[in-house]
């Protein structure tokens, strides 16, 4: 079958390539790990050239055989690789935004084989603190047909995003840095030096992170609670492989209680690895959050649609 | 002038080591890396004995040469020194604790040139999360002379404690990790890639961060606010010389939103490294807390105190 569009998923350290059909079905997808901080640097020959620029090269090793087979594919990309260090700077766009319409802000680099790469823009919200997104304003697209005209996007990461998306536009969001800081924390403080890894997920570790967060004593905040991580291994009421899923699970219940209270009477959609989400969605119901579903495939979703409105693909090839 | 008391503060960093006199006046004092993380290894002849063991070649590079000019010198210990992975384990006593009564609690661990060493319990608290302290309960001690019958005492530092006094009494405690989880996201995280080291305290950029976790966006709790650091960046409105200041203002205001609403109005003392208290008396100032005073030398005061109780030095040797 052949292809219609070349999507790009370009974030800070992956890159997965999707070589989409008609009405963007996924004939091949590709994990590499070039994000943008992981970009190879090996000089090679490309279209004739000897280059030595890390994102032509990574650009060709995700889809340099999809395009030799197809040289007239157009390719689009989001993520990372459109921010100020990515390959071709998209500047953001200001909530409240229309997420269709950033299909006709794609910002256009030319690769040394000559083929376009269409970038999608971020998204900032300049009201109050400042927060930004690349990357995720796509998935929030790929996941909204079909919903309600009030949802809530949630998608769990390093950096949690908390999307509130009112009739197609984000009209705010919210960024908690809740992987980064369990990674941190397992790695390089005092908490990581008696954690033990387990064999399997340890829910009622996990279960009672999630009800400390919600606590009187979580009302303290999590640089309070984070010590309990330490002291129930102290008073032996937290053996070592239960550390790393209580840690999970307090930082995620602190994450869901910063969330709006509105927020519990929306319906939430969760966007992102499986295994994550289903964390997310164990502690979404222990915080009384009720009406909470699962999107599958949004980036690519998300990316056939921006291509579809900014013309790179026509709406008959779809049939 | 002769010696009274050999009074050791010995953490999981540092080793301080004080010869006091008459009354707990320090004639001496000094400070080691040996912390019981970082006790040195290479043996020794220590009292005519090669000596292999880490706390005892630490002990007696701290003060081998002050008991050899007297050898009939009492010596006290607090801190990490009395934990499980320390020289020898003080059992934590409960509270509520009355702080003058652990003088009758100390720990003995005989050194090889025969001295005793005692080591000072510390504190847990067993209502609601469990919470600990080693050598903060001897602080405590050391600063409540003089003061009023409620006090709450603030020991700012890698795990912050904050511990609530009545009358002699140590009634509750909570502890924050500010410190560490300051140093872990500056040294490991996204945020410390944008910093830059400041030639002087950046007193408009701390202040800053420690409105926006007092502010509604602050709410969301410190998982959320830490994102700003990057993004007040991203916009031009923090300098990376001042993304340190930042972050520390940040942490330490989330830190001081956690304290019970009550403790405005407690006399509050803080006691620890002057920079460091500073940072917090100013944050404290702009958190509204009214009263609050910095104590010095509070682990020696607290120390010779404790001698006293425990009868290794008389009341008499103070005159």
């Not at 800070?12 to 390539?17: D, E, V, W």
């Not at 901080?37 to 490309?46: F, K, T």
């Not at 509105?262 to 009384?288: D, S, W």
Request: hydrophobic residues 45%; negative net charge; charged residues 15%.
């Amino acid at each position: 079958m052949p292809a219609q569009l070349i999507a790009l998923d370009w974030g800070t350290s992956s890159l997965r390539a999707y070589k989409l059909g008609p009405a963007g079905v996924v004939l091949e997808q590709r994990a590499l790990a070039s994000g943008i901080m992981h970009l190879p640097s090996q000089p090679r020959e490309i279209a004739g050239v000897c280059c030595s620029d890390g994102f032509e090269l990574a650009f060709d090793a995700a889809c340099g055989d999809w395009l030799d087979a197809q040289p007239g594919l157009p390719v689009i990309a989001c993520g990372m690789v459109g921010s100020a260090q990515g390959w071709s700077e998209a500047a953001y766009r200001n909530t409240p935004v229309d997420v269709a319409s950033l299909g006709q802000a794609l910002n256009r680099v030319r690769s040394v084989r000559g083929v376009d790469v269409h970038i999608v823009p971020g998204v900032i919200e300049q009201v109050g603190l400042p927060n930004v997104m690349r990357g995720e304003e796509t998935q929030v697209l790929g996941v909204l047909q079909g919903l309600g005209a009030e949802v809530l996007i949630g998608l769990p990461g390093s950096h949690s995003k908390w999307v509130e998306v009112v009739d197609g536009c984000i009209t705010h969001f919210d960024t908690f840095m809740t992987g980064e800081l369990f990674a941190v924390l397992s790695k390089h403080s005092l908490l990581g030096r008696t954690q033990q890894p387990a064999e399997h997920f340890q829910a009622a570790a996990f279960d009672r992170g999630v009800r400390v967060a919600l606590s009187a004593d979580g009302q303290r905040g999590v640089l309070s609670t984070l010590f309990s991580a330490r002291t129930l291994g102290l008073t032996g009421e937290l053996a070592p492989d239960q550390q790393p899923d209580y840690l999970s699970g307090l930082l995620i219940g602190h994450e869901l209680a910063g969330l709006p209270g509105a927020a519990k009477h929306k319906p939430i959609i969760l966007v992102g690895a499986a295994p994550l989400c289903t964390r997310y969605q164990r502690a979404l119901g222990l915080c009384g959050f009720a009406h909470v579903s699962l999107a599958q495939e949004a980036s690519e979703r998300g990316l056939w649609q921006l291509a579809l409105a900014a013309g790179l693909i026509q709406p008959a090839m779809e049939a």
